[in-house]
């Protein structure tokens, strides 16, 4: 069953512009996992938040939690052409499994030159 | 490093006939897992193991078989394979005891079955 939901489905902006994926989950987790996926690749880990921290930063990736909204977002910042990919979130829930990472549905992301 | 190797990259199948899928992996990574993924559904937990000897089931194992004999391999196999199967798989792994260490993935076999 999903855990993660990712908002919006599918997002188109320019080159330059800056992108935002939210993921909102269900149960309390104890952490949350990003990733990114090109076409016709494998998954591939962005970064990871705790459920103790509230922000995050990797270049120009800045990762939020809101424990109390069970959400999180993720911001590309000045995007490139090469950002185009499938972004997902995946989380392990409080209390469940370490060995069961859930993932959403992803939003497909592209970014046009 | 290799990282995540899955073979094939593609395969065909007809309904009824068997086969497996190999996964191997150079990370020494005690964790292995497999997932499926299908348009609008995400990715879906199959089966992973913790270790040579040691498999469990995830969401969807129905149609699945694992064995893990050595650290390095973990073959899904299909004995029968059905048109539901059609879909992407990925091998994922990573080190098993730290729980916020992140999944490594191969680049997917994707199998259509007719």
């Known amino acids: 069953s999903q855990q993660g939901e990712e908002d919006p489905q599918a997002l188109s902006i320019q080159e330059g512009e800056n992108a935002t994926m939210n993921c909102s989950y269900k149960?309390?987790?104890?952490?949350l996992q990003w990733y990114r996926q090109n076409s016709g690749r494998g998954l591939v880990h962005l970064i990871l938040?705790?459920?103790?921290?509230r922000e995050k930063h990797s270049g120009r990736l800045r990762v939020t939690l809101d424990t109390s909204k069970k959400s999180s977002s993720l911001l590309i910042t000045a995007s490139r052409a090469a950002d185009t990919a499938s972004y997902f979130c995946?989380?392990?829930?409080?209390?469940?499994?370490?060995?069961?990472?859930?993932f959403g549905k992803g939003t497909l992301l592209t970014v046009n030159p | 490093n290799a990282g995540v190797t899955q073979t094939p990259k593609f395969q065909v199948l007809k309904t009824g006939q068997s086969m497996t899928l190999q996964c191997a992996q150079d990370?020494?990574?005690?964790?292995m897992s497999w997932y499926r993924q299908d348009p609008g559904m995400g990715l879906r937990l199959i089966h992973y193991?913790?270790?040579?000897?040691?498999?469990d089931q995830g969401e969807v194992p129905n149609g699945y078989n694992v064995s893990r004999s050595t650290t390095e391999d973990f073959p899904l196999r299909l004995l029968s394979a059905a048109p539901s199967q059609t879909s992407v798989y990925f091998c994922?792994?990573?080190?098993?005891?730290?729980?916020?260490?992140?999944?490594?993935f191969g680049n997917g076999t994707r199998l259509t079955v007719t």
């Open positions: 994922a792994s990573r080190v098993r005891d730290r729980m916020n260490s992140p999944l490594h």
């Open positions: 149960t309390s987790i104890n952490n």
């Open positions: 990370m020494n990574h005690e964790y």
């Open positions: 938040i705790r459920s103790n921290e």
């Open positions: 995946a989380t392990v829930p409080e209390g469940g499994s370490n060995y069961k990472l859930t």
């Open positions: 193991s913790v270790g040579a000897g040691i498999t």
